[in-house]
């Protein structure tokens, strides 16, 4: 079985500072990983690669310094990694375009699976977007994944309901944090890793031309939040009191 | 023209009061959508003024991203929406974006603002985890927009509204994806997006059975609520998801908002950050969640929770 793993560097979302004075989010200098869900991804294809055998691909759309973080795959048990140059240009249209065309160009794809989303953005746009453009089935949310030699069965958590849906192969999986917990690989793993080929493919090759963003970014706002911040830290039951009249001030006790 | 589609009538109702607003600039007309959905929604769409529903029956009727994406794929391509709102449900989600890549178009999920200049359209989302709003602007028609709920109040209905309800049968190109069984989620019908008091507890309980300390609370606040973060709900599964307040959870806003024992990290900030009056209770005098409240009590939950509880029941008394 050939699996893909859509894997994405992002910021260190814990790491965001604000500025002090716009009160937007500081985005450069900030560490860059892989984004959480998508280890959640690789771990459940290492578990179908162990259930029925295959080779996994791990795939992204980056900058060059995604390397490194995709060696952090490899050595939790990718087989080989792939990096597609990310155009200057580029939004989750375009990027759903290039993870397109670089499966095309992999030949015969079973399982495709990507984090519910990234934690960066959290959109989760790139899973359905890529199943649309193969025009193959999708199966968002899942919780538990049952794989067989032709077919799936996966348990979609949907908030107020759990749907239990099965599909032959090819198919786009999408994974949530809860389906399992990502391993750490051991110094053995890691070192073993280096060996593993890493490609690095062009964007324009890829898609046969340039590509045109469907939307833009105009700016990134900082979000308003004023609040007051008063703090009772002196004795309980005055803390209590004193609390307990301010809420009522506000008009918020009933 | 703006299209809307949700498979939760409620939110398909405030997009139609959504449409409206945006309707203006995009040639005046709002047409819904419905996929297997009793005539009822159909009508209820229209007297809440929907300009016409396309009210399609078809060979699929549970919802399915693939075979339903194809259908709206072939509506927006007959009649050229420039604005389309799709419910932000976890179906709603994965459908816009499928939408999306099939019409080669731009999508904004979640949008928490949308605005139509001319014919520009724009739609802000939260990104970041709850750090910053992006304002994105559409190159490419039509806009697809993922609503979260109660983005607008529905419009009252008028019996009389003069709406085109246009009815089809579709037969769809099925897909080897197959829905098994639909359960139930455990749920209590809690719907913590309704509340007016939430008070929210997280990893500083120590037990499950502490839950009730909790509740007592918000007893005693007259509100019925109580939430939690992700780890209560999602990784020790005391409580239901029904209660999970967060970036992945549910996002609320009610007047009165108290955190006890909860850290404060930013994706149950991005949850709970619309709230009115927000109340923390954290023995960490540094936990990150006294910079996102108005008021704070330093000191254990389990001294303050039974304290407060009977000063409230005294002072309502």
Redesign the interface.
């Given at each position: 079985m050939n699996i893909v793993v859509c894997a994405k560097q992002v910021?260190d979302?814990?790491e965001?500072k604000?500025d002090p004075s716009t009160k937007?989010?500081v985005?450069t200098g900030i560490a860059k990983k892989i984004s959480d869900i998508d280890k959640n991804a690789m771990e459940e294809a290492i578990k179908i690669k162990e259930k029925v055998t295959g080779r996994i691909t791990v795939l992204t759309v980056s900058t060059p310094d995604a390397k490194d973080r995709i060696k952090e795959l490899l050595a939790m048990g990718a087989d080989e990694g792939i990096v597609v140059a990310a155009p200057a240009d580029s939004?989750?249209?375009t990027t759903?375009s290039l993870l397109v065309a670089a499966i095309k160009k992999l030949g015969h794809v079973d399982a495709i699976l990507c984090g519910e989303?990234s934690?960066?953005?959290?959109?989760?746009?790139?899973?359905?977007?890529?199943?649309?453009?193969l025009d193959?089935?999708?199966?968002?949310?899942a919780t538990k994944v049952t794989p067989e030699k032709d077919k799936v069965?996966v348990e979609r958590?949907?908030?107020?309901?759990?749907?239990?849906?099965?599909?032959?192969y090819p198919?786009l999986i999408t994974v949530t944090?809860?389906i399992n917990t990502p391993r750490l690989p051991s110094l053995m793993q890691i070192l073993s890793s280096s060996s593993k080929p890493i490609k690095e493919w062009k964007a324009e090759e890829l898609a046969g031309g340039p590509l045109?963003?469907?939307?833009?970014?105009?700016?990134?706002?900082?979000?308003p939040?004023s609040?007051?911040?008063?703090?009772?830290?002196d004795d309980?039951?005055a803390?209590?009191?004193k609390?307990?009249c301010?809420?009522?001030k506000?008009g918020?006790?009933? | 023209m703006v299209m809307i589609y949700s498979d939760n009538k409620k939110i398909a109702l405030e997009l139609v009061a959504l449409g409206k607003t945006l309707a203006p600039n995009l040639s005046g007309k709002v047409y819904a959508v419905t996929i297997n959905q009793p005539d009822t929604v159909a009508k209820d769409l229209a007297a809440h003024g929907a300009d016409g529903v396309h009210e399609v029956t078809t060979n699929i009727t549970q919802f399915k991203a693939e075979e339903y994406a194809n259908l709206l794929k072939d509506l927006v391509t007959e009649h050229k929406p420039d604005l389309v709102l799709i419910g932000s449900t976890k179906n709603g989600k994965e459908l816009a974006a499928r939408l999306a890549a099939l019409l080669d178009t731009g999508c904004v999920m979640d949008a928490t603002a949308v605005h139509a200049q001319g014919k520009t359209i724009t739609a802000e989302r939260v990104v970041y985890s709850g750090n910053g709003i992006a304002v994105e602007q559409f190159t490419s028609t039509p806009a697809i927009v993922s609503i979260p709920p109660r983005a607008a109040e529905p419009l009252p209905k008028n019996e009389h509204h003069h709406a085109n309800i246009m009815k089809k049968q579709v037969t769809l190109k099925e897909y080897p994806s197959k829905i098994q069984s639909i359960q139930e989620a455990t749920s209590e019908g809690i719907k913590v997006e309704d509340a007016e008091i939430i008070v929210s507890c997280g990893r500083g309980l120590k037990n499950k059975t502490d839950i009730q300390l909790v509740s007592d609370l918000a007893t005693a606040l007259k509100g019925k609520t109580v939430g939690c973060s992700r780890p209560i709900a999602a990784d020790l599964k005391w409580l239901s998801e029904d209660h999970w307040i967060g970036l992945s959870g549910h996002k609320v806003k009610p007047k009165l908002y108290i955190a006890c024992g909860i850290s404060g990290q930013i994706q149950h900030i991005a949850g709970m950050r619309d709230s009115g009056v927000v109340v923390a209770i954290n023995k960490d005098p540094d936990a990150l969640i006294f910079k996102s409240a108005d008021y704070g009590i330093v000191g254990d939950l389990y001294q303050v929770l039974p304290k407060l509880t009977s000063a409230l029941k005294e002072h309502s008394a």
């Amino acid at each position: 079985m050939n699996i893909v793993v859509c894997a994405k560097q992002v910021v260190d979302v814990s790491e965001i500072k604000l500025d002090p004075s716009t009160k937007r989010p500081v985005l450069t200098g900030i560490a860059k990983k892989i984004s959480d869900i998508d280890k959640n991804a690789m771990e459940e294809a290492i578990k179908i690669k162990e259930k029925v055998t295959g080779r996994i691909t791990v795939l992204t759309v980056s900058t060059p310094d995604a390397k490194d973080r995709i060696k952090e795959l490899l050595a939790m048990g990718a087989d080989e990694g792939i990096v597609v140059a990310a155009p200057a240009d580029s939004d989750y249209a375009t990027t759903a375009s290039l993870l397109v065309a670089a499966i095309k160009k992999l030949g015969h794809v079973d399982a495709i699976l990507c984090g519910e989303a990234s934690i960066d953005l959290f959109s989760g746009q790139m899973g359905p977007r890529v199943a649309g453009l193969l025009d193959i089935p999708q199966l968002t949310y899942a919780t538990k994944v049952t794989p067989e030699k032709d077919k799936v069965t996966v348990e979609r958590n949907l908030g107020d309901q759990t749907v239990t849906e099965t599909s032959t192969y090819p198919v786009l999986i999408t994974v949530t944090k809860e389906i399992n917990t990502p391993r750490l690989p051991s110094l053995m793993q890691i070192l073993s890793s280096s060996s593993k080929p890493i490609k690095e493919w062009k964007a324009e090759e890829l898609a046969g031309g340039p590509l045109t963003p469907k939307i833009k970014t105009v700016e990134i706002k900082g979000v308003p939040m004023s609040r007051k911040n008063i703090v009772y830290q002196d004795d309980l039951d005055a803390s209590i009191n004193k609390l307990i009249c301010e809420l009522a001030k506000e008009g918020v006790l009933r | 023209m703006v299209m809307i589609y949700s498979d939760n009538k409620k939110i398909a109702l405030e997009l139609v009061a959504l449409g409206k607003t945006l309707a203006p600039n995009l040639s005046g007309k709002v047409y819904a959508v419905t996929i297997n959905q009793p005539d009822t929604v159909a009508k209820d769409l229209a007297a809440h003024g929907a300009d016409g529903v396309h009210e399609v029956t078809t060979n699929i009727t549970q919802f399915k991203a693939e075979e339903y994406a194809n259908l709206l794929k072939d509506l927006v391509t007959e009649h050229k929406p420039d604005l389309v709102l799709i419910g932000s449900t976890k179906n709603g989600k994965e459908l816009a974006a499928r939408l999306a890549a099939l019409l080669d178009t731009g999508c904004v999920m979640d949008a928490t603002a949308v605005h139509a200049q001319g014919k520009t359209i724009t739609a802000e989302r939260v990104v970041y985890s709850g750090n910053g709003i992006a304002v994105e602007q559409f190159t490419s028609t039509p806009a697809i927009v993922s609503i979260p709920p109660r983005a607008a109040e529905p419009l009252p209905k008028n019996e009389h509204h003069h709406a085109n309800i246009m009815k089809k049968q579709v037969t769809l190109k099925e897909y080897p994806s197959k829905i098994q069984s639909i359960q139930e989620a455990t749920s209590e019908g809690i719907k913590v997006e309704d509340a007016e008091i939430i008070v929210s507890c997280g990893r500083g309980l120590k037990n499950k059975t502490d839950i009730q300390l909790v509740s007592d609370l918000a007893t005693a606040l007259k509100g019925k609520t109580v939430g939690c973060s992700r780890p209560i709900a999602a990784d020790l599964k005391w409580l239901s998801e029904d209660h999970w307040i967060g970036l992945s959870g549910h996002k609320v806003k009610p007047k009165l908002y108290i955190a006890c024992g909860i850290s404060g990290q930013i994706q149950h900030i991005a949850g709970m950050r619309d709230s009115g009056v927000v109340v923390a209770i954290n023995k960490d005098p540094d936990a990150l969640i006294f910079k996102s409240a108005d008021y704070g009590i330093v000191g254990d939950l389990y001294q303050v929770l039974p304290k407060l509880t009977s000063a409230l029941k005294e002072h309502s008394a």
